[in-house]
C-alpha cells in the first residue's frame, strides 16, 4: 500500500515526478555505463593498461575540458531542453556499443568515442539540473526534493552495476 503524498511532498508536482523518474532511469544508465565500459574493453577487446588509462581520461577530461564553460551556457538556455538533450545524446552514444558489437567493428577507440560524449552530455545535464530544481519546486521543497532525487542516486548505484554485471555474464564473447 503506497503512503499518499503530504501537501508539502515534492511529489505533488507532476513536472518533478517527471524528473524524479527520469533520473532514476538516468542515473541507472550512468551506472551501468560506469561498470561496462572499463569490463567491456578488458574482457571483450583485451584493452592494455595503456587503454584502460585514455579510457578513463575520456570519461573524465569533460569536466575540465567543457564544466566551466558549461555554466555559463547553461545560464542561456532552457534547463530542462538541456538535462532532455543530454540525456538523448548519452542515451544514443551508450547504444552505439552493443550496435557496434554486433557488426563485429566495436574496437576500443570507440569507447574512448563514447566515454567522451557521455562525459560533455553529462556535464551539461549536470549543471541544468542544479538549477532546474529550485525552479521547479517551491523554495520550502527544495531539501525534501533533493533528498529524494539523492535517494535515488544512491539504489542506482546499488543496482545500475548489478544488472550491468549480470548482462555481462551472459554477452556472448567473440573471438
Not at 569536466?63 to 538535462?83: E, I, N, S, T
Not at 532525487?149 to 546499488?158: C, I, P, S, T
Request: charged share 10%; hydrophobic share 50%.
Amino acid at each position: 500500500m503506497s503512503v499518499p503524498p503530504s501537501p508539502g511532498s515534492p511529489l505533488r508536482n507532476p513536472g518533478f515526478r517527471l524528473l524524479w523518474g527520469g533520473q532514476a532511469l538516468s542515473q541507472f544508465g550512468f551506472q551501468f555505463q560506469t561498470l561496462a565500459m572499463p569490463v567491456i574493453a578488458v574482457t571483450l577487446l583485451h584493452a592494455t593498461e595503456a587503454d584502460m588509462g585514455y579510457l578513463n581520461a575520456a570519461n573524465t577530461a569533460a569536466f575540465l575540458l567543457v564544466g566551466l564553460l558549461a555554466g555559463g551556457w547553461v545560464d542561456r538556455m532552457r534547463k530542462r531542453h538541456v538535462m532532455i538533450v543530454a540525456d538523448a545524446v548519452r542515451a544514443v552514444a551508450i547504444c552505439a556499443i552493443p550496435l557496434l558489437w554486433s557488426t563485429g567493428s566495436l574496437q576500443v577507440w570507440h569507447l574512448y568515442v563514447v566515454a567522451g560524449i557521455v562525459g560533455v552530455a553529462t556535464v551539461f545535464f549536470d549543471v541544468g539540473y542544479q538549477s532546474y530544481l529550485p525552479i521547479l519546486v517551491p523554495s520550502e521543497q527544495v531539501g525534501r526534493a533533493n533528498g529524494m532525487l539523492e535517494g535515488v542516486a544512491q539504489v542506482a548505484r546499488l543496482g545500475g552495476p548489478s544488472v550491468a554485471g549480470g548482462l555481462l555474464a551472459v554477452w556472448p564473447r567473440r573471438g
